[in-house]
């Protein structure tokens, strides 16, 4: 804190939030107003959130000299103590409505009483005279009517009391909903944050405030639009933000970081690398099946340090990478979920029809795109679209620019494929000292539509981790199929007219030294 030798004019500052960096974990809010100068001066903000960090407060001015910044935490118990008066003198007020209604309602059953007394009176006074000589029918109807004159008055006041009533409660409602917030607004801790500055008299100035607040995430999501006929696929990139602040974040700028500020302003420690060797018995070699997904790490060239396109703009921050939104966005403080949209792209698309079998027996249609954004995509889930409509939501995992990526826009109604394993895991006998293990499979493709279709079709081959164990394909498997690649893929393309049916063979043989032990084969 800075002490100077004049006073410093305080002046109580409207400000608002201009704009937010939101992290994972966190964000950073700038607030900022123009005053106008009056020397020294004092620029008050109020109700910085209670989340907000104490050491975080920064303060910038233009044209102006800082002199120093004090943030004290308060709360709101005595600013709203006039308002929550005026809300208990209402239900004060209320309490004696209420016992003025208690007293009519009694008044209403008393009379609802008196007319079942009359009635019964009415009724006592035909019985008796019924067994007379000369019963007087003349006074029955007057008896009668009286009562229920009484009965009919008595049935409007309490509906109109039960109205008066419901009125009550909900006014009492109302009541007791307003105190229950102001008493938590009271109880929730704030910051009164004073800026003191100099610059010459009768200048205007802009004063920013900038803090960090916890209680703030957000994760990436994905629209894909299909555009077969130019072979293209229009991605909307999408950030939904939720905070807990309880400031009101409207009309601000938003920037979403990937950045974990803690985490990357410290460095990694080296922990030592230990070096040792157990001594283990010689063992015989088992052959053994292994089925895995090989995945090869992607790396792209270099990407540009920034860059806009369709409206978005992207800074590479080093380890880190932050997006700038569209358009300024509502975020209210309550953790209500908000879509915030950073960027359209269209990226070029490679249509197909693919399907492997092995794992699910149909035909999907896929597109094969390229990020040609120069800035990574993060992982999220991506909702898919096409000229039908909706199909539904697929996860992609991050995509670093430049590189390739698969989006699935639905199933083929009129193509069908069926796999039918001819002959598995069935050893086939020694060749040339080795055991020999034959595998066989068919595929049944038939194309129901209109007109003509290619199908890629997949399925993995075992791939050898041994010099002396071979995996060949055999003559008799269909030319359509490429030779498979390094994790063992291999891709049969076939091409069917509209109603046309084909078969694709698949044939490949194991040989392993028959020293290998090869049960589990």
């Known amino acids: 804190m800075t002490l100077l030798p004049w006073a410093f004019l305080a002046l109580a500052s409207v400000s608002q939030v201009s704009s937010v960096v939101i992290y994972r974990d966190r964000a950073q809010v700038t607030r900022s107003t123009e005053v106008a100068c009056q020397g020294a001066t004092t620029v008050v903000f109020e109700r910085a959130p209670g989340s907000a960090s104490r050491e975080s407060f920064r303060a910038r001015a233009t044209g102006a000299t800082l002199e120093g910044l004090t943030a004290e935490r308060r709360t709101l118990e005595r600013e709203l103590a006039p308002e929550r008066e005026k809300w208990e003198a209402r239900g004060i007020a209320l309490g004696r409505e209420q016992a003025v209604l208690d007293a009519a309602e009694a008044q209403a059953r008393e009379l609802s009483r008196l007319s079942q007394g009359y009635t019964d009176v009415a009724v006592a006074r035909v019985t008796r005279e019924l067994t007379g000589p000369r019963p007087d029918t003349s006074t029955w109807a007057a008896a009668f009517d009286a009562a229920l004159a009484v ?60 803090y960090l607040v916890g209680g703030v995430s957000w994760v990436p999501s994905y629209e894909a639009r299909a555009n077969e006929a130019e072979g293209l696929v229009e991605l909307t990139s999408l950030a939904t933000v939720r905070q807990w602040t309880g400031e009101g974040w409207t009309g601000a700028k938003l920037f979403l970081s990937t950045a974990l500020p803690r985490q990357d302003a410290t460095p990694p420690e080296v922990s030592p690398l230990l070096v040792h060797a157990t001594k283990q018995p010689k063992e ?39 997006w700038e939104a569209l358009e300024a966005t509502r975020v209210p403080g309550d953790g209500s979920a908000v879509r915030v949209m950073l960027g359209r792209h269209s990226l070029p698309a490679r249509f197909s029809w693919r399907t492997v079998p092995k794992l699910h027996p149909v035909v999907f249609r896929v597109a094969r795109l390229s990020n040609t954004t120069n800035f990574p995509l993060l992982p999220g889930e991506v909702s898919l679209f096409r000229d039908t409509g909706y199909l539904g939501r ?14 699935t826009f639905g199933l083929a109604e009129g193509l069908r494929v069926k796999r039918t394993a001819m002959q598995e895991v069935g050893r086939a006998g020694l060749f040339g000292g080795k055991h020999r293990f034959r595998y066989a499979y068919r595929f049944l493709l ?15 081959l075992p791939v050898s981790e041994l010099e002396d164990v071979k995996v060949e394909v055999e003559p008799e498997s269909s030319k359509d199929c490429a030779p498979a690649d390094a994790d063992g893929i291999t891709l049969c393309r076939v091409t069917l007219e509209a109603g046309q049916a084909r078969t694709v063979d698949l044939a490949f043989h194991v040989d392993a030294p028959s020293s290998y032990d090869t049960g589990r084969m």
């Open 151 to 210: 009965r009919l008055r008595a049935v409007k006041e309490a509906g109109d009391l039960a109205e008066r009533r419901r009125e009550l409660e909900q006014r009492r409602a109302e009541v007791d909903v307003e105190l229950a917030r102001l008493r938590e607004q009271g109880a929730r801790d704030e910051h009164h944050v004073e800026v003191r500055l100099s610059c010459p008299q009768g200048k205007h100035t802009r004063v920013e405030l900038t």
């Open 394 to 407: 697929q996860r992609v995992e991050g995509v670093a620019g430049g590189m390739p990526f698969d989006l």
């Open 284 to 322: 015989r070699k088992v052959l053994v099946p292994r089925e895995e997904q090989v995945r090869h790490v992607e790396t792209a060239g270099e990407t540009s340090t920034s860059e806009s396109l369709s409206g978005l703009t992207v800074k590479s921050q080093g380890v880190s990478v932050q």
């Open 446 to 460: 038939s194309n129901l539509g209109t007109g003509t279709e290619t199908v890629e079709l997949s399925e993995h």
